[in-house]
């Protein structure tokens, strides 16, 4: 089963309390970054509790995308990818590269989808490109949740689009 971390617009404590001192959340596929990826949300260990193979920024050109958490998401030890909403002009070159950018200036209102399977595979689509990429199961270990002990789901369409 894909696990998706969505806490919305959670900000400082309420979220640290989420990882620190005891990890409640456990291990993630998917951590859509909160709060539009804005500077009260950095912190390591959200993102070591967390240890998402994927992150996603539902940030503007200008809203969210602080450039203290695209510093941070480099570092991310085991994140594949991220993929943004928008290319932030306050991250600079910061920027994850252009093909997990859905919209590179305010011309234009792509999106990114997520689509999860019930085999614990996963692909992102940008829009604007048009291409997928596709993260298989990861092999269950001590780390990660028992597949066998979670309910089988079909699979989920998650949509984050553009504001226009």
């Known amino acids: 089963m894909t696990v998706v971390s969505s ?9 640290f309390k989420l990882a620190c001192p ?8 998917a951590y859509l970054v909160a709060h539009h990826g804005g500077p009260d949300v950095m ?3 959200t993102f070591a509790a967390l240890k998402p ?13 602080a450039q203290e958490t695209y510093q ?8 594949e990818d991220v ?3 928008h290319a932030s002009s306050v991250a600079g070159a910061s920027n994850f590269p252009p093909q997990y950018i859905a919209n590179l200036d305010e011309s234009s209102a792509s999106w990114i989808k997520l689509i999860a399977s019930a085999d614990g595979s996963f692909r992102v689509l940008n829009q604007r490109t048009g291409q997928w990429k596709l993260y298989p199961p990861e092999p269950v270990t001590s780390d990660t949740r028992e597949l066998s002990e979670q309910p089988r789901l ?10 226009t």
């Not at 005891?22 to 596929?29: E, I, M, Q, T």
């Not at 193979?53 to 995308?65: D, H, L, P, S, Y």
């Open 53 to 65: 193979r994927v992150a996603i920024m539902n940030n503007g050109q200008t809203k969210g995308g």
């Open 72 to 79: 941070a998401l480099h570092h991310v030890t085991g994140l």
């Open 7 to 15: 806490v919305g617009d959670l900000t400082g404590p309420p979220l």
């Open 154 to 163: 079909p699979s989920r369409d998650l949509h984050l689009g553009a504001a």
């Open 22 to 29: 005891a990890d409640l959340v456990g291990p993630v596929d």
């Open 43 to 45: 912190i390591d260990a």
């Open 83 to 85: 993929w943004q909403l």
